[in-house]
């Protein structure tokens, strides 16, 4: 079904759509998430970028360090402002008003960011941003992951092979991985990444290395085609529930290609039956759709894995050259003259870690006291099963 110029799946009604990775990934099923937006606002002074800002930092638990008078050059534009840094990978960039016209600020959304939220409140946030700053959508990107592995990537590349396939013309497929891994990732690909609509499917068990056991369908969508889906998903009242408000997201990215049986030559696609395979994928969506929940992000426990596995080595030959009383102090050394240099960003980093550190030890410490009641009222023969 075409919905205002986007293909919509009809069979993608999601009446069980469980939304934004989960800490432990569930086994079975599919999970919808939103992987990026890129919105533009419209910007008559220097207060109402602030006024957005604030609204994306509070909506995404983000920290920006943004400067109206930071000029960069980015895809061949200048802006005369942007942010520096930020706590989850969210970019800004701003021109200002120019001669009664309004200026612009562009704000780039990752998925790390997106995570942090529910699909509401994401959605309660474009609503905002569209109705009262009159925000518009230059890209928005949907993942769709099968961790009950009923899309196969054999089956897509077949369909792509012989062109089992409508409503795109440019294909691609490539191949990766490590120098004596054994692990092989593919993407294979339908569109062009400068269209409008690209689509992706890729093994994201080989790509997050095991994170993920989940077969990827990702959706890209960009321009007047970003646009639209943002429109018709914003268009929902904020009291409309979480599960329909995705079935349009589900929709728009299992309908932007379609695989279906064209070996007869017909070019009516209405007489062309969809592959079985395909039909089964759109059907099981319906009842198995769990949207992403919260992510909390660690993010200092990467910065230790980098540490041990990239620096470690060369300190370890450090420490032999010095001796052990000359390295600890040239450590110490070294770390205290960089301490009043780390910026706000990397502070919130720490505290964040450190609050997260707190709750998962008083998750223990509830978790050990609970065990060790339960094992004192077996043994006084107060509980029992």
């Not at 360090?65 to 969210?90: E, F, I, K």
């Not at 660690?298 to 980098?306: C, E, G, H, S």
């Not at 041990?308 to 205290?336: H, N």
Request: with cysteine; proline share 3%.
């Amino acid at each position: 079904m075409k919905n205002n110029g986007i293909e919509v799946g009809t069979r993608s009604s999601n009446t069980g759509l469980f939304s934004q990775t989960p800490p432990n990934p569930p086994k079975k099923g599919y999970e919808l998430s939103i992987d990026w937006l890129t919105l533009s606002y419209p910007i008559g002074g220097y207060g109402e970028s602030l006024s957005i800002i604030g609204l994306i930092e509070k909506t995404f638990s983000e920290t920006i360090d943004y400067s109206p008078s930071r000029a960069v050059n980015r895809w061949g534009q200048t802006y005369r402002g942007s942010s520096s840094d930020s706590l989850r990978g969210t970019m800004l960039y701003s021109n200002p008003p120019k001669d009664g016209n309004f200026g612009e600020l562009r704000v780039y959304l990752p998925g790390k960011a997106l995570a942090t939220a529910t699909m509401n409140e994401i959605r309660d946030f474009c609503q905002i941003s569209s109705e009262m700053f009159s925000a518009s959508c230059a890209r928005f990107d949907v993942a769709i992951d099968d961790y009950s592995k009923v899309l196969n990537l054999d089956e897509v590349k077949s369909a792509q092979d012989k062109g089992n396939f409508a409503y795109v013309e440019t294909i691609g497929y490539h191949e990766s991985g490590e120098r004596g891994g054994k692990d092989k990732g593919r993407t294979i690909t339908f569109g062009s990444r400068q269209s409008e609509s690209y689509s992706r499917f890729y093994d994201k068990n080989v790509e997050s290395k095991g994170k993920i056991d989940a077969i990827r369908l990702e959706g890209e969508f960009k321009d007047s085609k970003a646009q639209q889906l943002f429109e018709q998903w914003t268009a929902f009242a904020f009291t409309d529930d979480e599960q329909q408000c995705a079935k349009l997201l589900a929709g728009a990215v299992l309908g932007a290609v379609r695989f279906c049986d064209r070996s007869s030559g017909d070019k009516n696609l209405d007489r062309c039956e969809d592959l079985p395979w395909y039909k089964k994928l759109c059907d099981s969506v319906v009842s198995g759709f769990r949207l992403r929940v919260r992510k909390k992000e660690r993010f200092l426990d990467d910065a230790v894995y980098w540490v041990e596995k990239a620096v470690i080595p060369t300190l370890s030959m450090i420490r032999k050259y010095m001796g052990d009383d000359v390295f600890l102090q040239w450590v110490y050394d070294c770390t205290d003259e960089a301490m009043p240099l780390l910026s706000k960003i990397k502070l919130e980093k720490i505290q964040q870690q450190q609050q997260l550190d707190q709750e998962e030890q008083q998750n223990r410490t509830t978790t050990e006291r609970r065990t060790t009641m339960r094992e004192a009222m077996f043994e006084d023969g107060l509980y029992w099963d």
